[in-house]
């Protein structure tokens, strides 16, 4: 459902989506044959302890926030969030009438996403809320791209409202309102029966398939069975590239109010009998990524620019915030560039190509710094042979169309002009 981050067969469908757990999801289970562990979380940790910091941030602030019409106020309180002792993450809603606290948590970056010619797999055991009343009650487990929503993608793995032990997967992408991904309603399976996953923990699975990079798909499991699946013709492919072609943030919430809700009992929620202390608990997260590689298979290469030139880190010093600039092509390391498919970054001498203090205005400088997996790093190929900045909406710029070697690079609004087109390696 609409959700706007508020910072910023049956044998083969086994061996790709782990097998249910209806007990106590305590164990992260090992990736399946030919998959990599990208990233996890048992939730291991003291009764009543907060989730481990350096996975997981917390969201805080009212729920009018986040643009969902949601009621909430999230904050970082473990009486809303925390783990239980026994390998659980438990988030819970408190509160009555019109005035509710619960919790929201993600991870630190966008730090999972699809490699070229592979797929992405992210998967978590989750029993639902089961209150006594449950209108009002929205618990999700989603996925969000890194700057503008919605063309820049969310996943919708896990979501259900008012406690109707059912399960919905949607996507969200192109523009709001309408658009081609029928925002802010997004293209979803609707809310489909759930039995038992308010009782036990149940496996919630989403594929990011980019095994053949002109017809992707993504497809929701329940439990190791597909449920629905969507593809990359429904909404063509530039749209599809710029919302799920990159990394994705993880994100657990337990919402109350809101457009889904309200919209699915065609009432006003949370009401006066909604009851305090639902908890949606998690057993696990886990993401899988399988294919595709990590860099180019050939290794580094030029990076041609306008003019014949150059992508070029100055000096070819490796220091933070040191300028990439334009140069004459001379085969340098300073100009051996690798793109790093997963993470869609681009490396030179172990750094990574960086816009200056994650700005997002025009002529806003780029420069070399640490690789961190933040959203001023993410770079998209797109067809016009630009790299383009999500965050920023914009895309890598040589400066006033020069051709003066030396000359830094910055960001700009795209324009498909010729300054803007750069031939990787």
Same mark, same amino acid.
């Given at each position: 459902?609409?959700?706007r981050?508020?910072?910023?067969? $049956? ?29 996890? *979380? ?19 602030g ?15 309180s ?5 783990? !239980? #002792? ?22 630190p ?13 992210v ?10 009343n ?9 996925? $969000? ?14 979501? !259900? ?5 059912q399960v ?29 996953c ?20 993504i ?16 909404? &063509? ?40 202390g ?21 290794? #580094? ?5 306008? &003019? ?26 300073a ?14 001498? &172990? ?8 700005g997002?205005?025009n002529g806003?400088?780029? *420069? ?13 190929p797109r ?13 890598? *710029? *040589? ?13 700009? !609004? ?5 300054n ?6």
């Open positions: 459902m609409f959700r981050f508020l910072p910023l067969v $049956l044998f083969a469908a086994f061996a790709l989506v782990l097998a249910p757990v209806r007990a106590q999801a305590v164990t992260v289970p090992s990736a399946p044959a030919g998959w990599t562990t990208v990233f996890s *979380d048992d939730f291991a940790g003291p009764a009543g302890s907060a989730p481990n910091s350096s996975r997981w941030v917390y969201d805080t009212p729920g009018s926030n986040f643009g969902t019409g949601e009621i909430e106020t999230m904050t970082n473990t009486a809303n969030t925390h783990l !239980d #002792g026994n390998g659980h993450l438990n988030i819970t809603a408190l509160g009555s009438g019109g005035s509710w606290t619960s919790g929201r948590i993600h991870t970056s966008a730090l999972v996403g699809a490699p070229a010619g592979g797929k992405l797999q998967t978590a055991s989750i029993q639902q809320p089961n209150p006594a449950g209108l009002g009650y929205w618990p999700a487990f989603w996925m $969000l791209g890194p700057g503008q929503w919605p063309e820049n993608g969310e996943i919708d793995i896990m979501e !259900d409202v008012n406690a109707l032990s919905a997967g949607t996507i969200h992408c192109g523009t709001y309102p309408g658009g081609v991904c029928n925002e802010g309603n997004g293209i979803g399976s609707g809310l489909r029966a759930c039995g038992g308010q009782s036990g923990y149940h496996t919630y699975s989403m594929i990011l398939d980019r095994t053949n990079t002109s017809a992707e798909t497809t929701w499991y329940l439990d190791g069975a597909a449920y629905f699946s969507v593809n990359e013709s429904q909404v &063509g492919a530039a749209t599809w590239q710029q919302a799920f072609d990159h990394n994705l943030t993880i994100i657990f919430d337990l919402a109350m109010g809101g457009g889904f809700p309200n919209g699915v009992c065609g009432c006003n929620t949370p009401t006066a009998a909604t009851s305090s639902g908890t949606m608990s998690v057993g696990y997260v886990a993401a899988y990524t399988t294919n595709g590689g990590g860099s180019n298979p050939g290794g #580094g290469g030029a990076v041609v620019g306008y &003019g014949g030139l150059c992508l070029d880190d100055r000096s070819a010093n490796t220091a933070d915030y040191n300028p990439v600039q334009v140069y004459t092509c001379n085969g340098t390391p100009q051996q560039w690798t793109f790093v498919q997963a993470g869609t970054t681009l490396h030179v001498l &172990g750094k990574c190509l960086d816009i200056n203090g994650g997002t205005a806003t400088a780029v *420069d070399l710094y640490t690789c961190n997996n933040t959203a001023a790093q993410v770079w998209i067809s016009d042979g630009s790299l383009y900045n999500p965050q920023a909406n914009k895309c890598l *710029d *040589d400066t006033g169309w020069s051709t003066t070697p030396g000359t830094q690079v910055e960001i700009w !609004d795209c324009t498909g002009g010729a803007q087109q750069w031939k990787l390696p």
